[in-house]
């Protein structure tokens, strides 16, 4: 499995003298596996690109927007990706009691 060509567009672009301000680039993967595989002792998140941000496992954006890919949490903070929110651990569940009335 190979990580989206993203990767090496980003690794031209870094090594450009536009771009000496990134410290480094995340290595950004299709598959959560290819991420655990990469980086097993990190965190795994879903990142986008476009806002320069992530998620976490468990919140509504996790793996499931269409310019995302996945990467240790450690080479995005570095790449300088930032939490869309707060950790999903650190947010209360979302209960049945908690979802408004049907009406039925």
């Not at 499995?1 to 690794?11: A, C, T």
């Not at 965190?43 to 468990?58: D, E, N």
Request: with cysteine; aromatic share 10%.
């Amino acid at each position: 499995m190979r990580p989206y060509p993203i990767v090496l567009v980003g690794l031209l672009i870094s090594s450009s003298p536009l771009c000496s301000a990134h410290a480094a680039e995340a290595a950004l993967f299709q598959f959560e596996q290819q991420a655990r595989q990469h980086c097993p002792g990190d965190i795994i998140v879903w990142v986008s690109p476009a806002q320069k941000t992530y998620t976490f496992a468990g919140e509504r954006w996790y793996g499931s927007t269409k310019h995302g890919a996945f990467v240790c949490r450690r080479e995005g903070d570095l790449a300088g990706y930032r939490p869309s929110q707060g950790p999903a651990t650190g947010r209360a569940p979302v209960t049945q009691a908690a979802l408004p009335a049907t009406g039925d």
